[in-house]
T-cell receptor, first 113, second 113 residues
């Protein structure tokens, strides 16, 4: 089963509103990463939050991490139509020097002008 | 720096054929990983390469293989194509491992008829 689970699967809001997406994971992590994907294109890295951090900001993005609940949330404030995309959380399972990067199913965000 | 590039961008193949996809990482990045993205299964880890060595492989059949060259460029090969191999194939690069920011290419969209 996947390491990351996200909700909601889809979110539709108006421009100017805030959007919150949640991610849960199953094992211990060193960090958690959030990515954005526009309509079947490559992923763009948004934020990496380390396990010893509780909150991190980048522009209109705010990410929180609760390692006791094994969950993270991504908040986009004052959303714009250009924020319409799919958002994924990802965690790395590192072992034998290598590992796997495991993605959640993603949240599809639609921001209506 | 130039970003991650993938070639070709689009491919149409028929069942039973084989295909080779190429990925050129960001200069200086030694870790290259590959992912398959489909509507049903989402983003799934295929394998990761570092210094010409495969460090880990996801849960895919042996028809999926890859390699990395001394300049860190990577190729993945899928033999005996099946209809279910139709997907967006993404590669990503990073400096050392999966536990840090990944930089993704635009992907190769493969359609198997």
């Amino acid at each position: 089963s996947q390491q990351g689970e996200e909700d909601p699967q889809a979110l539709s809001i108006q421009e100017g509103e805030n959007a919150t997406m949640n991610c849960s994971y199953k094992t211990s992590i060193n960090n958690l990463q959030w990515y954005r994907q526009n309509s079947g294109r490559g992923l763009v890295h948004l934020i990496l939050i380390r396990s010893n951090e509780r909150e991190k900001h980048s522009g209109r993005l705010r990410v929180t991490l609760d390692t006791s609940k094994k969950s993270s949330s991504l908040l986009i404030t004052a959303s714009r139509a250009a924020d319409t995309a799919s958002y994924f959380c990802a965690t790395a399972l590192i072992y034998n020097q290598g590992g796997k990067l495991i993605f959640g199913q993603g949240t599809e965000l639609s921001v209506k002008p | 720096k130039a970003g991650v590039t993938q070639t070709p961008r689009y491919l149409i193949k028929t069942r039973g054929q084989q295909v080779t996809l190429s990925c050129s990482p960001i200069s200086g990045h030694r870790s290259v990983s590959w992912y398959q993205q489909t509507p049903g299964q989402g983003l799934q880890f295929l394998f990761e390469y570092f210094s010409e060595t495969q460090r880990n492989k996801g849960n895919f059949p042996g028809r999926f293989s890859g390699r990395q060259f001394s300049n860190s460029r990577s190729e993945m090969n899928v033999s005996t194509l099946e209809l279910g191999d139709s997907a967006l194939y993404l590669c990503a690069s990073s400096l050392e491992n999966l536990d840090e920011t990944q930089y993704f290419g635009p992907g190769t969209r493969l359609l198997v008829l």
